[in-house]
């Protein structure tokens, strides 16, 4: 029997070799990938990680056109510290999960995709936070519509769809006219739009839309020339003037949907505050009919915060420090983060704000802790970075 034993150890040994990930059929590795990666690029990395027989047999995650819309990190947001220190000089940044509240901590990390200025060069790059792949695109600052280098601090930015293998980097200045475009490995920057001024844009299936500032006019940006103009929608005559400053206008992503939000004035309301004076009016975009305006009276557990920088619209089932059917939005200090309840029409301020800064260096500690509203709607403004 241990003569027997001994020779069935060989085998016993070689099935286990065989088995395990690299033993499945290639389509059904396939499939559990893009399970894996339906829920977030980051388990899939983890996952890769962890264990070695399917590292061994899955394509690796680290995309190097940063093309492959499921290989980018989705619904991951960037935290500002709250200490006035930038990202860069601290050395690391936290990201959150909108969808799990999971965080991660990425050190030596300047600052989803991430669209990165170099300070002295001024050179573009494109980094993927978790895979590190990168795409670099020359300095914009040398061509003609920027003008005056200062204008970068205001620089926006939207990574788009150029072709099936290729991104387009989008960039424009918020009151500078002008909107230029980069694809990697093709010569510098080439202007798409020379006397365009943008407000609130969203990124949207791999084009880039926005309002046109002071106006009611929604665009397509990129790509540009469409075959039936730019132009795609027009926010209705009687929500506002778009000269006054409580009326402003929002693109959110919701779901799979293009969400447009107007906030304007409504003399029917009394308050103490300007803020208390708003209304809220919501319509969904339907790109596949004309881009008509559908009214949107109820947000189910979906909440909105809403800045002229970007939007966001998350889940209060997986946040449930957030309020539902909400919208939050910011006004002058100090009363800088707003809750409108779209239930029964009531405002309130969930946080107080807090100076910690004067522009010139920090004058006081932060008071901690920071709620999740602060940080989203923080998220959404560049400029408090």
């Known amino acids: 029997m241990a003569r027997k034993a001994a020779a069935l150890a060989p085998a016993t040994a070689a099935r286990k070799r065989k088995g395990g990930w690299a033993s499945l059929p290639s389509d059904l590795t396939l499939l559990v990938a893009w399970r894996v990666l339906g829920a977030d690029v980051v388990d899939y990395i983890a996952f890769r990680g962890a264990c070695s027989g399917w590292r061994a047999c899955t394509p690796s995650p680290r995309d190097p056109t940063l093309r492959n819309y499921w290989l980018r990190p989705r619904r991951w947001v960037a935290l500002c510290g709250g200490d006035a220190v930038r990202p860069d000089d601290a050395g690391e940044i936290t990201f959150l999960h909108t969808r799990t509240a999971r965080c991660l901590r990425g050190r030596r ?21 978790f895979t590190r792949a990168a795409v670099d695109l ?7 519509v920027v003008r005056n280098r200062n204008s970068l601090l205001d620089m926006r930015a939207a ?9 387009a980097v989008v960039v424009w200045f918020p009151w500078t006219p002008g909107v230029l475009c980069a694809v990697p490995f093709r010569h510098g920057w080439e202007v798409i739009h020379k006397e365009m001024k943008l407000g609130n844009t969203l990124p949207f299936q791999g084009r880039l839309y926005g309002f046109v500032r002071f106006s009611r006019q929604v665009v397509q940006v990129y790509p540009p020339n469409p075959p039936a103009g730019p132009l795609v929608a027009h926010v209705p005559d009687e929500f506002g003037n778009p000269f006054m ?3 402003q206008y929002y693109l959110v992503e919701y779901g799979t949907h293009m969400l447009l939000v107007v906030r304007h004035g409504n003399v029917k309301r009394e308050g ?15 790109i596949s009919d004309r881009w008509r305006l559908l009214p949107v009276t109820n947000l189910g557990d979906q909440a909105l915060f809403l800045r002229e920088d970007r939007c966001l619209s998350v889940s209060a089932k997986d946040l449930p420090s957030i309020s539902s059917n909400s919208v939050y939005f910011s006004a ?4 800088n983060v707003i809750w409108h309840s779209l239930n029964d029409k009531s405002f309130e301020r969930p946080t107080m704000f807090c100076k910690v800064h004067n522009l010139k260096e920090r ?13 989203l709607l923080t998220y959404c403004s560049h400029r408090e970075w």
């Open 109 to 129: 990390l300047h600052r989803r995709l991430l669209v990165l200025l170099h300070k002295r060069d001024t050179t573009v790059r494109v980094l993927h936070p």
């Open 138 to 144: 020359p300095p914009p600052v040398y061509h003609e």
């Open 159 to 167: 990574v788009c769809a150029a072709s099936a293998t290729s991104i």
């Open 245 to 247: 400053w409580h009326c």
């Open 272 to 286: 103490t505050e300007p803020w208390q004076r708003s209304a809220f009016a919501m319509f969904r975009v339907d």
């Open 332 to 335: 002058p200090p100090p009363d």
């Open 363 to 375: 004058i006081r500690p932060s008071v901690r802790p920071f709620t999740i509203a602060d940080h």
